[in-house]
């Protein structure tokens, strides 16, 4: 019997955007889920598991050797892409770290920005992480919505090249043009736009000079959220104007 390893619904998104063949790193592996279910379904042909402390790379290696992935898998004990050479791996996943942690590993890394596929998947500071490789020659081709448990995480596919300045609203939940097609989509900016309205709520009043601009930058967001969710909810009505069911 064909072995396999169950991934949790947001590392199933990033597995999905793996393409076929692929040598992949993955930046914080932990257990190596993600690399040892792509070799045990023949989608990569080899794999990079890194991470920065001992005790994750070594549950990684009881991954790897539980399955007799040895041969195939090579793990390395390095921050971020430290100990990974240009040209070794040319997919690359980062899933489960804060935006601002992904954005550091890059800027150490610059040969990402040539010819390497990256999966980014960030726990929180989405905006962050959108903004600057937006500023450092990274463009993101697209984007998707997974919900894991009661919590909503954004997935990212990004390469180098030249992506146009964002919009609070693009940084909060990406361009509209980089989305799939997904009714997902539309639960997810409604989560956004009530969290948002919550913390525009709470800046009522505040008189602090420094408030200001980013009152002002929620409000943009929250007109642009607004709208996606509303253009959102049209395409995801059947023809009869019914909710589809898959959106409650």
């Known amino acids: 019997m064909r072995q396999t390893i169950q991934l949790t619904p947001r590392l199933r998104a990033a597995a999905d955007w793996v393409p076929e063949g692929a040598v992949l790193c993955d930046v914080g592996t932990d257990h190596a889920h993600l690399p040892a279910a792509l070799l045990l379904e023949g989608k990569i042909s080899r794999a990079i598991a890194s991470d920065i402390r001992p005790g994750p790379l070594s549950r990684a290696g009881e991954t790897v050797r539980r399955y007799g992935l040895e041969e195939r898998v090579e793990l390395r004990l390095c921050p971020g892409l430290e100990g990974i050479a240009p040209g070794e791996a040319d997919t690359v996943t980062i899933c489960g770290m804060g935006g601002e942690t992904i954005l550091h590993i890059l ?65 909060l939940a990406g361009r509209p043009a980089h989305w799939i097609e997904e009714p997902e989509r539309l639960e997810a900016l409604r989560v956004l736009t009530e969290k948002n309205e919550r913390l525009l709520r709470g800046m009522e009043g505040s008189s602090k000079p420094e408030d200001a601009p980013r009152r002002a930058w929620l409000q943009q967001a929250q007109g642009e959220l607004t709208r996606w969710a509303e253009e959102q909810e049209r395409l995801w009505k059947n023809p009869n104007g019914v909710e589809n069911s898959n959106l409650k």
């Not at 999966?119 to 997974?146: D, K």
């Open 107 to 171: 800027e150490a890394a610059p040969w990402t920005k040539q010819g390497v596929r990256l999966i980014l998947q960030p726990q929180r500071s989405q905006p962050e992480l959108r903004r600057w490789l937006a500023e450092n020659g990274y463009a993101v081709r697209r984007e998707r919505v997974v919900k894991e448990g009661a919590r909503w995480y954004a997935l990212l596919l990004a390469e180098g090249g030249e992506e146009p300045p964002l919009s609070p609203g693009e940084e």
